[in-house]
C-alpha cells in the first residue's frame, strides 16, 4: 500500500513561465536535490491516489515521482501542493 505525502519544494520558473523543482524537504527536514527532471506531464499517482503534472525525476541517482496538485482556486498566491508517493507496509 502507498499514500501521499506533501513536501516542500523550493522551485524555479524560466521566463516561458515553466516550474522547475529543484530541492525538496521531506517531513523529516531531510533535503534532496532534484538532479534532473526527465519528463512532465499530466497524471495520475496509481499507488497514493491524485491527480496533477508527474514530474519524473531523478534523486540521488534513482528515478522517482513528484507530483504537483493544481489548486481549484483561480485567483491568489496558493497555486498547488507538491506530493510523493511513500511506500507503506
Keep these: 500500500m502507498n499514500s501521499k505525502v506533501y513536501v516542500d519544494v523550493m522551485v524555479t ?7 522547475k523543482p ?6 523529516d527536514g531531510r533535503k534532496f536535490i532534484v538532479d534532473k527532471i ?9 499507488k497514493a491516489g491524485g491527480q496533477g503534472d508527474r514530474y ?5 541517482g534513482r ?6 496538485e493544481r489548486s481549484a482556486a ?9 506530493f510523493v508517493e511513500r511506500k507503506t507496509a
Design 13 to 19: 520558473f524560466d521566463s516561458d513561465g515553466n516550474m
Design 22 to 27: 529543484m530541492l525538496i524537504t521531506w517531513e
Design 38 to 46: 526527465i519528463d512532465v506531464r499530466p497524471a495520475a499517482s496509481l
Design 56 to 60: 519524473s525525476i531523478i534523486v540521488l
Design 63 to 68: 528515478q522517482s515521482y513528484l507530483f504537483f
Design 74 to 82: 483561480i485567483s491568489g498566491c496558493r497555486l498547488g501542493r507538491w
